[in-house]
């Protein structure tokens, strides 16, 4: 999950030498298998969010004052482990921003 807040919020485009630079790197990741799907977010001022109390639902507008734990955009990658999802990670081509790494539980029977 990439975190980027307020360059996110701005949805701003990257330079065309990012933009070139990403996609090379994205490249590499379809050709060695490790991309599933991938995805940038639209800004937090046209989502929405939905929080549960007990049976109450109440849906929030945002934007939301916290933009710098906002999601900006994932990828979803087939890895063998953690580790080798740092390790695709740490050769991206970026210069700013903070990316979050998790792994996908899986339930059997689903």
Do not use: C
Not at 4 to 14: L, N, T, V
Not at 15 to 31: C, D, G, I, R, W
Not at 90 to 102: D, I, K, L, M, Q
Request: proline share 5%.
């Amino acid at each position: 999950m990439a975190k980027e807040g307020e360059q996110s919020e701005a949805a701003a485009a990257p330079t065309p030498h990012a933009m070139s630079e990403y996609q090379k790197f994205n490249e590499e990741l379809v050709k060695a298998g490790v991309v599933l799907e991938a995805g940038r977010l639209q800004p937090s001022s046209q989502s929405k969010r939905v929080r549960f109390d007990g049976k109450k639902r109440t849906i929030i507008d945002g934007p939301f004052a916290e933009t710098k734990e906002l999601v900006a955009g994932y990828w979803l990658w087939q890895v063998r482990s953690i580790d080798e999802a740092l390790e695709w990670l740490t050769r991206a081509p970026y210069e700013g921003g903070t990316f979050e790494v998790r792994e996908v539980v899986e339930f059997e029977g689903m």
